[in-house]
């Protein structure tokens, strides 16, 4: 591997979001730590580690979470997906076939930052990797035990959130709602922009924010805007647990039968907003 000496010119940069950090990292287990993914954020009782890995040298389960942001807590979250792993040995052990060391699991923690508190408290089965995204596309990955340091070029198309990326894991019903919805707003506008996040998408026109489609187990919509007639009262009022961003002031769940009424009700913030 090549390791890459950093210029002034090479400006360090976040990540958007820590979708993008779990799964560049996840596509190069093999290639960066020499580990096999087993699962990724599946859910076994009551948690949900980022990503279940074997490692085959040395018989154990690797437990990787990612954090695109320092978080106080995540020491306590691993220790939480440690003992879970000891107290369902057999349910763990289905999802590798082959035989299992289960005192030797490892953790690994791959975070843009650490406190010196976590650094000195972190358990001698805990990694903590310093990742540092650069302008220039390279990634590095800095252990803060060994000083050991991994570098890798990834693709410019790598820190985008796709739509592939937001129906990955949705439903064969969710997908095709969704796409419903979707052709029949392009039918009715042609000046949208559609930007994609880790679970929804952000629709504008003309650098106005309409509305935000969460898409999860359900789909809903909330509309950016102050009043909306909703002759048919199909919308909820959300406008007293809106934070951060454009506020959002009604939200309808999406299904069948209701994507004219939902296409509608577009239609009016965008004559609020664009056609004034």
């Known amino acids: 591997m090549i390791i890459i000496k950093y210029t002034n ?23 960066l730590f020499d580990l096999e993914l087993v699962a990724s954020e599946k859910q076994l009782y009551q948690l949900r580690p980022d990503n279940l890995a074997f490692d085959k040298k040395n018989k154990s389960l690797v437990i990787i979470e990612y954090k695109n942001k320092f978080d106080k807590n995540v020491l ?10 000891l107290e369902n040995k057999d349910e763990y052990s289905k999802l590798v076939n082959e035989k299992i060391d289960f005192d030797n699991i490892k953790i690994l923690i ?49 820190l985008k959130i796709t739509e592939e990326n937001l129906l990955d894991d949705k439903t064969d019903e969710t997908i095709e709602l969704y796409k419903n919805f979707k052709n029949r707003l392009f039918e009715e506008f042609d000046d949208l922009n ?43 009022d959300i406008s007293d647990i ?30 609020q907003k664009v056609i004034k």
């Open 76 to 85: 306590n979250q691993v220790q939480g997906y440690h003992n879970l792993i």
């Open 194 to 236: 559609m930007k994609f996040l880790i679970d929804a998408v952000s629709i504008k026109a003309q650098n106005e924010y309409l509305c935000i489609v969460t898409v999860k187990s359900s789909i809903k919509i909330h509309y950016y805007a102050e009043k909306l007639e909703d002759s048919e009262n199909r919308t909820r």
């Open 242 to 271: 809106t934070t951060g961003g454009p506020l959002s002031n009604y939200e309808l769940t999406l299904n069948s039968e209701n994507i004219d009424y939902a296409i509608e009700l577009i239609k009016q913030v965008y004559n």
């Open 9 to 31: 010119m090479n400006r360090q940069i976040s990540f958007e979001s820590e979708y993008i950090l779990h799964h560049i990292t996840q596509n190069r287990l093999e290639e």
């Open 110 to 158: 791959i975070s843009p930052k650490f406190s010196d508190d976590q650094i000195k408290n972190a358990r001698d089965n805990v990694e903590l990797w310093k990742v540092s995204l650069f302008d220039d596309c390279n990634v590095e990955y800095l252990n803060l035990k060994s000083n050991e340091i991994k570098t890798i070029k990834i693709n410019p198309d790598d």
